[in-house]
C-alpha cells in the first residue's frame, strides 16, 4: 500500500466515525449567518462535509487540507452530491501558499471563510500558526467574517469525553509537552472496538494549543478584529476553562 493509499484509508476511516450528522445540524445553521451566499475559505477542510452543507445556503468554498488523502475523499462526496466547490491540498502555514493557488488557477479573495475542529492546532507551533493566520488573513477581502473553533490549551493532563458508538469508544487525552520543543501538547487518540475488545486506530499527534488570551493576541496580531465569542453553536457565554471550547468570529 502507497503512503496515498494508507491516507485515503484514514481519511475514510475518519469520515465514517465521526457522527456527521448531528455536528452538521448543530454547526451550519450558525455558520450560515454569516457566510449564506458568499465565495468562502474552508480552512482543514478535511473530507468536504462543512462546504458542501454550506453550499444548501448558497456558499461555495475553497477547501484547503494537508492531507491528500482528505482531499481525495472530499472530491468523491463532491461528485456524489454534485456540489460546487473545490478542494485543494496544500500546507496553509507555508509562506508559499498563495503562490500555489495562483499557479493552481485558483480564487485568491474570499467572502469569508472557517477553520473548524481546533484545526489551528495541527499546525503544530506557534510560527506556523502565524503564518497560518498571516496567508488567511491575505485571502480575504476587507470587511470579511473568519470563524474558528478553537480548545482551550489544558495545563494538566485533561481528558475529552468519551465519544460512544454503536459498539464503539472514541477516547482522547491531551497530555502537556514538558520538554523545550515547539508542540506545547501530545493528543492521543483511539477508537475501541468494544465488542471484539481491540483498538481500530491509535494516533499521537504533536499540537500546539492556544488558551483563550493566547488565541486573542495571535489573531489580532495579524490583523484581525474580535467581534463575538461563544463557548458552544447556540451562542452560550465564553468558557475559559481548560479543555473548553471557543467559537470566534473574527472581522478582517
Not at 37 to 59: M, Q
Not at 107 to 131: H, P, T
Not at 137 to 152: A, D, M, P
Not at 198 to 216: I, L, W
Request: some cysteine; overall charge neutral.
Amino acid at each position: 500500500m502507497t503512503k496515498f493509499d494508507e491516507e485515503i484509508e484514514h481519511a475514510r476511516f475518519y469520515d465514517t466515525n465521526l457522527n456527521w450528522e448531528p455536528r452538521i445540524k448543530r454547526e451550519v445553521p450558525f455558520l450560515q449567518k454569516y457566510l449564506a451566499n458568499k465565495n468562502i475559505l474552508d480552512i482543514a477542510c478535511a473530507t468536504g462535509r462543512h462546504s458542501l452543507a454550506l453550499e444548501e445556503f448558497g456558499a461555495v468554498s475553497l477547501g484547503i487540507d494537508i492531507s491528500p488523502g482528505m482531499v481525495a475523499v472530499a472530491n468523491e462526496k463532491k461528485k456524489e452530491q454534485d456540489g460546487k466547490s473545490t478542494f485543494f491540498t496544500a500546507d496553509v502555514s507555508a509562506l508559499d501558499l498563495p503562490t500555489k493557488l495562483k499557479e493552481a488557477g485558483l480564487k485568491m479573495e474570499f467572502d469569508g471563510g472557517i477553520m473548524l475542529g481546533n484545526a489551528i492546532s495541527n499546525f503544530g507551533s506557534l510560527m506556523a500558526g502565524v503564518r497560518g493566520m498571516r496567508n488567511i488573513y491575505s485571502l480575504l477581502k476587507k470587511n470579511s467574517t473568519f470563524i474558528c473553533q478553537t480548545v482551550n490549551r489544558p495545563n494538566s493532563f485533561f481528558y475529552f469525553p468519551p465519544r460512544f458508538q454503536p459498539d464503539k469508544v472514541f477516547i482522547r487525552l491531551m497530555v502537556p509537552n514538558q520538554q523545550v520543543a515547539e508542540n506545547n501538547m501530545f493528543l492521543h487518540a483511539a477508537l475501541i472496538n468494544l465488542k471484539e475488545q481491540k483498538y481500530e486506530f491509535q494516533r499521537v499527534s504533536k499540537t500546539f494549543m492556544y488558551s483563550v488570551e493566547e488565541f486573542t493576541d495571535l489573531v489580532t496580531s495579524v490583523g484581525f478584529k474580535v467581534v463575538e465569542q461563544y463557548s458552544n453553536y447556540n451562542g452560550d457565554p465564553v468558557d475559559e476553562s481548560d479543555g473548553a471550547t471557543t467559537i470566534w468570529v473574527l472581522l478582517k
